[in-house]
T-cell receptor, first 116, second 113 residues
Framework: DAGVIQSPRHEVTEMGQEVTLRCKPI?????LFWYRQTMMRGLELLIY????????DSGMPEDRFSAKMPNASFSTLKIQPSEPRDSAVYFC??????????????FGPGTRLTVT | DQQVKQNSPSLSVQEGRISILNCDYTNSMFDYFLWYKKYPAEGPTFLISISSIKDKNEDGRFTVFLNKSAKHLSLHIVPSQPGDSAVYFCAANRRRGTDKLIFGTGTRLQVFP
């Protein structure tokens, strides 16, 4: 299996622009997670889906952030408008976990976002 | 509020010696704990886990110890190798009702020859 695929690997954009990050989870996994990594807060969970349904979005920082999972093989995280404080590495992860049980999560390589 | 804390941002150990990475948590509902390893420009990879019904789990050179009364866990690497140099994250989960993992801020381990 190719593992979790994320694109782009690097994104540089100007403040105010829309940014869309993409993720393809491992085939057969039914939970998908979006994380943000910063020096100060480490790995923060933004949102997670189970069977394409958002289960917990309490980590989404503001209305500027939105995430979708239209099918089992694709998810997007959108920031509109972007701000310099959004600069971070964003990871997508997937697992075979069903609601109520945590399984090992497999992470993608991340997208390094820089907002100038 | 950080529910999972790794108070040492970095650790430097000589090759062949033991590396001990520490993690503290505050939520007594956590009952499953994991360690992940992360190399630069890569995503974290799962290393080892432990359930709260155990106080020790061992996998080769890696052993995780859990002290529930102190809300503390540690990862021991023996013997340490240069390839172990990475950032280590501990994570915690409340197994019933959620897949959510709460991660610490990470400890950067450097193993020198």
């Amino acid at each position: 299996d190719a593992g979790v695929i994320q694109s782009p690997r690097h994104e540089v954009t100007e403040m105010g622009q829309e940014v869309t990050l993409r993720c393809k989870p491992i085939s057969g996994h039914n939970s998908l997670f979006w994380y943000r990594q910063t020096m100060m807060r480490g790995l923060e969970l933004l949102i997670y889906f189970n069977n394409n349904v958002p289960i917990d979005d309490s980590g989404m920082p503001e209305d500027r952030f939105s995430a979708k999972m239209p099918n089992a093989s694709f998810s997007t995280l959108k920031i509109q408008p972007s701000e310099p404080r959004d600069s971070a590495v964003y990871f997508c992860a997937s697992s075979i976990g069903t609601s109520g049980r945590a399984y090992e999560q497999y992470f993608g390589p991340g997208t390094r976002l820089t907002v100038t | 509020d950080q529910q999972v804390k790794q108070n040492s941002p970095s650790l430097s150990v000589q090759e062949g010696r033991i590396s001990i990475l520490n993690c503290d948590y505050t939520n007594s509902m956590f009952d499953y704990f994991l360690w992940y390893k992360k190399y630069p420009a890569e995503g974290p990879t799962f290393l080892i886990s432990i359930s709260s019904i155990k106080d020790k789990n061992e996998d080769g050179r890696f052993t995780v110890f859990l002290n529930k009364s102190a809300k503390h866990l540690s990862l021991h690497i023996v013997p340490s190798q240069p390839g172990d140099s990475a950032v280590y994250f501990c994570a915690a989960n409340r197994r019933r009702g959620t897949d959510k993992l709460i991660f610490g801020t990470g400890t950067r381990l450097q193993v020198f020859p």
